[in-house]
């Protein structure tokens, strides 16, 4: 192929779109990867409490306006997490979950 400017331009277009192939490519395969986790907070979620994390409350229900589920996460010390329940089951639906879980304590302790 002659080296002209409509020959250039194919030769970038084409380089692009197997760029992007790549891309999507590597996205797919790292789809199955989890994320990192971040290490739990050391005290209680609840203002004003400085009592250590117990446990890790989570909950997943439809937001009210429509725009899908939420999952919301708080690290509470063990007083707080008793007082805990779902609070959302008006929009409960299949894939609801309210879900409490220990936190692992330190090796240290």
Do not use: W
Not at 63 to 71: Q, S, Y
Not at 80 to 86: G, I, K, Q
Not at 93 to 102: I, L, R, S
Request: charged residues 35%.
């Amino acid at each position: 192929m002659a080296d002209t400017k409509s020959g250039r331009d194919k030769q970038a277009r084409d380089e692009e779109r197997r760029r992007i192939q790549r891309d999507i490519s590597e996205a797919r395969e790292r789809g199955d990867e989890l994320e990192p986790t971040a290490d739990p907070p050391t005290e209680c979620h609840r203002r004003g409490c400085s009592e250590p994390v117990a446990f890790s409350v989570t909950e997943r229900y439809q937001e009210e306006t429509g725009a899908g589920a939420v999952e919301a996460t708080a690290f509470l010390c063990a007083d707080h997490t008793a007082a805990e329940s779902p609070v959302n089951l008006e929009d409960a639906y299949e894939g609801y979950v309210f879900h409490v879980e220990p936190v692992a304590a330190d090796a240290d302790d």
